[in-house]
Every structure is written in C-alpha cells, then in structure tokens.
C-alpha cells in the first residue's frame, strides 16, 4: 500500500511518516548501492531497512577495497596521488562488481538449493577479491613486526651477497695471495742470505765466528768479497721482486675495493627499495616462524573474507519478502509482454507472406489456364495449317518435324509463370 505525500495512508501513519527527509535521503542511496528498483521499493515499507543494510554492506567492501589498494599502491610508488587515484578506481570497480552480483541474484520462483547453487560462482569471486583485499590491511596492521622482519631478512640478504662475492673474485685472489707467497718466501730467502754472509765476515773481522782469530784480513776480505758480489747478484732481483709483491698487492686491493663497492651499492637498494613484495614475505616468514602470529593473521584474513562476501552472502540468507514478489511480477509482466509482441509480430508477418502467397498462387493459376488455352489454340491452328499445306504427302514436313516444332515454340518453364 503506497503511502500519501504527508506520510499517511488513509488515515494511518506509514513507516515513511516517522523519518525525515534526510534519512529518506539516506536510504535511497544505500537502496542504490544494493541496486534496488527504487521506484518498486519504496511501496514496502518493511523493505526498506532490510535494503538499506544490504547497500551499507556493499558500501563497506568499497572502503576496505580503497583502503587495501591504496595502502598497497603506496608502499610500491611511495606517492599519495597515485595511492589516492588508484584506491578510489579499484573501489569504484570492487563496489559495482558486488553490486552487479547482488542486484542478479533472484529469491522468488528460485528453490534454496537453486540459489546455493547459483551462488557458488558469486561466492568464489568474491572470496578471491576477499583475499586481495585483506593481504595490504594485514600487512598495514603488522606494519611494526614486518619493519624488524625486513631488517633481519636484509641483514641475511647481505652476509649472502657478501659470500657470492668473495665467491666471485675467489680465484683471482687466490692466483694473486699464492704469486705474492712465492715472492716473499722468494725475497726472505735472498735477505737471509745477504745477512748471513754480512754476519760471517764481520764475525771473522771480531774474532767471534769463523776462525776465531781476530786480525785475519785475508780471511775477512774473501768474506766481505762473497758478500758484496752475492749482494749486487741480488739486489737487482729483489727489486724485481718487489715490484712484483706491488703488483700483487694491487690486485688484491682493487678486488677488496671492488667488492666493497658492489656490497654498498648491494645495501643501498636493500634499504631505499622495500616494496610489497618485500613486506609481504616478511610477513610470511613471522607467520611462519610465530604461530600466535599466523592465527592472527588468518583470523583477520576470515574477518575481511567474511566482509567482501558479506553481499552476496546476506542475499543468500535474506527471506523472500513483498518486494522480491513485486519485482519477479513486474519482471515476469515485462517479459510475457515482450513475448507477446514478439508472438503477433511473428504471426503477421507469417499472416503477410501467406497472403502473398495465395495472391501469387491465384494468379499463377490463372495465367497457367490462360496459356494453356492459347497453347491450344495455336497448336490447332498449326495442325489445320499442316493438314491445307499441299494435297500430295510428299510436299508437307514430317509429322515428327512439326511436333518437335510445336513443343519449341509453344513449350514454356516455371520461370515463365509468377
């Protein structure tokens, strides 16, 4: 019963007449967001709130929706414009798909394992966009335990660099520190010599080695002579040798400088570049490791799930009530109507070309018998003709002649009658 513009309906009060004109407002707009046929709505009064809280839940996945992409979309771009811009679209696009679901689902004339059955797609889309939607909001919840997960997992990254990159220069360095080994025994054993020859001809000029006789200039200058000989032998040696120990060092030091190069660089795009990505491992590894943190994780995950198919799910539960009857009504009137239509049109077109067909019928039959009596009377004439053409059977055409004449001249096809 459809109540009066002051809110009475033949002299009672309707529910409409106890809400003002904003919370009508109100109401409309979530009726638009369950996709209510509102001008049918509002006949129902005891509709109404049943509607309005199915619109306010599908309002509700819109905001979890914005909050989840945004919040993922800036920990990628670290923007808020394009956090903002892309939250607002990906809302808008998770609002109208719910909608969508819930304005095609129909109650009445649809048995309850029809429906269950009917919901089962709506359902499993709407799970998967559930679970997109709750990993950012959980990540976002954990934000402070994933930070300290991060720095553990980066820390872990670079000790791991750090052995692919000794593991990389290995072998130079190996070829280098063994080169560099053979040089310094090499010039330790020259030195050792040139002191033990130093030592032995100023302990022969002392008296307290060799001889033990002091004063004995032959036998000190023979040594000191082995020892300056030996020395100018090596000395060129040695500088060669240590120019090869520099070289040496070189490259061990430019492989050391290198490394420590790449390891920097290695940690500077660890610490400026932590992404979704990133964090959702983090996130993953405490769960993993803490079982208080995956039950709370899970439940918060069931709880979002729970909310995103909320729509669908409260339609699913929702008792057949006046509205759903008037809606399948109207949807019902609408398309007998149309089938109607479609009927009469169908069954005059088929009335229209069955008359053109009876008309062409009729005609064809009449042009047939008119030709056919003037075939008749042209093929006598023929004959008549035939039989006065010449007294004698000699002078006139084979009778076989002029049956094969008549039939080309007088014969005629199906395309030649309507």
Same mark, same amino acid.
């Given at each position: ?17 106890? $809400? ?9 707009? *979530? ?8 001008? *049918? +709505?509002? !006949?129902?009064?005891? #509709? ?14 819109? @905001? ?24 607002? /679209? ?16 129909? !109650?009445?004339?649809?048995? =309850? ?20 939607? =709750?990993?950012? +909001?959980?990540? !976002? ?6 930070? @300290?997960?991060?720095? %553990? ?14 593991? #990389?220069?290995?072998? /130079?360095? *190996? ?8 040089? @310094? ?37 023979? !040594? ?43 940690? =500077? ?7 979704? *990505? #990133?964090?959702?491992?983090? +996130? ?11 039950? =709370? ?15 669908? +799910? ?32 169908? %069954? ?16 064809? $039959?009449?042009?047939? %018998? ?43 096809? #199906?395309?030649?009658?309507?």
């Amino acid at each position: 019963m459809a109540a009066s513009s002051n809110g009475q309906t033949h002299g009672l009060y309707s529910y409409d007449s106890f $809400g003002t004109q904003k919370s009508n407002h109100e109401s409309h707009f *979530l009726w638009w967001c369950a996709g209510t046929h509102q001008p *049918l +709505l509002r !006949k129902f009064p005891s #509709e109404h709130s049943k509607y309005a809280g199915l619109g306010g839940v599908i309002l509700a996945t819109f @905001v979890l929706a914005a909050l989840s992409s945004g919040y993922a979309i800036y920990s990628v771009f670290d923007s808020w414009a394009w956090a903002l811009a892309f939250s607002v /679209v990906w809302g808008l696009i998770i609002f109208n798909f719910d909608r969508f679901l819930v304005s095609t689902m129909r !109650k009445y004339g649809v048995r =309850a394992s029809r429906q269950l059955w009917m919901a089962i797609p709506r359902m499993t889309l709407a799970l998967l966009i559930g679970i997109t939607i =709750a990993r950012p +909001l959980e990540l !976002k919840i954990f934000e402070k335990e994933i930070d @300290v997960q991060v720095l %553990e997992n980066r820390h872990k990254k670079i000790l791991l660099n750090d052995s692919l990159l000794q593991a #990389e220069n290995k072998a /130079v360095q *190996l070829a280098a520190s063994q080169e560099r080994g053979r040089l @310094v025994e090499r010039r330790a054993g020259l030195e050792d010599t040139l002191r033990r020859l130093q030592q032995a001809y100023v302990q022969e000029a002392d008296g307290t080695g060799g001889s033990l006789h002091r004063g004995i200039e032959k036998l000190t200058l023979l !040594k000191q002579q082995a020892y300056e000989q030996f020395r100018l032998q090596a000395t060129p040696e040695l500088g060669r040798i240590n120019q090869q120990i520099g070289y040496q060092d070189s490259i061990l030091n430019h492989a050391a400088a290198e490394n420590e190069i790449k390891r920097q660089r290695y940690e =500077a795009e660890l610490t400026t570049k932590v992404g979704f *990505l #990133e964090r959702n491992k983090a +996130l993953s590894d405490i769960s993993g490791r803490e079982s208080s943190v995956f039950w =709370a994780n899970f439940f918060i995950s069931l709880l979002i799930i729970l909310i995103e198919i909320g729509p669908v +799910l409260s339609k699913l539960i929702m008792s057949v009530g006046p509205y759903d009857l008037a809606l399948a009504k109207e949807e019902l009137l609408q398309m007998a109507t149309s089938e109607n239509e479609m009927r009469r049109d169908k %069954e005059l077109l088929f009335d229209k070309l069955q008359g053109i067909y009876d008309s062409k019928k009729k005609t064809s $039959g009449e042009l047939t %018998e008119k030709l056919s009596a003037l075939q008749k009377k042209h093929i006598h004439q023929e004959i008549d003709n035939w039989e006065r053409g010449g007294k004698s059977q000699e002078s006139r055409i084979p009778i076989n002649d002029l049956i094969k004449k008549i039939k080309e001249d007088y014969d005629y096809s #199906e395309d030649h009658v309507l």
